[in-house]
């Protein structure tokens, strides 16, 4: 098992310890602080990830966003890559082959302002440890944007070795 594998056990291991109200409350606290960032409160479009239930709850978030007027994208998968489509209220989705949800059609996406990233782990210089299929880091490669983690305190780790392909994030905010 190689050290990325290990700390993504080690950090499963750790979340499955937090309960929903936790996880719940602390999702409100990180998006607080995620609604009052200066980046996100000047962009105009918004990149985020619909969460699992081991991750930072991102609904509420999104909608607000909407109902801010911002123009909010979500990831779809394609094959391969990812690529970021538009949602509103009127959105359908359904689960892909993860398990994740995401919506049916829509219009794609090639700029956005202010980008929250989900992870599996991250450490003190703003490495990510994502799940290891690599979608994140090729999305964000090809993308300028602010790029904002949002994780769970137990999530951070002392250090995460970084490869070339790997993107750093801008922030990461956690409770």
Known sequence: MSSKDELRKIV?????????????????????????????????TVFCFLSDFNEPYTIDFIKKAIRQGKTVYVPKIDGENMTAVEIDFDTEFWYNKFGILEPKTGKEGNSFDFTVVPMIAFDSELNRLGRGKGYYDRFLSKHKTYKCGVAFDCQMVEKIESESTDVKLDVVICK
């Open 12 to 44: 499963k291991d750790k979340l499955n310890f937090l309960t929903d109200e936790e996880k719940e409350n602390k999702s409100k606290e990180i998006f607080n602080e995620v609604l009052s960032h200066d980046k996100y409160k000047s962009a105009k």
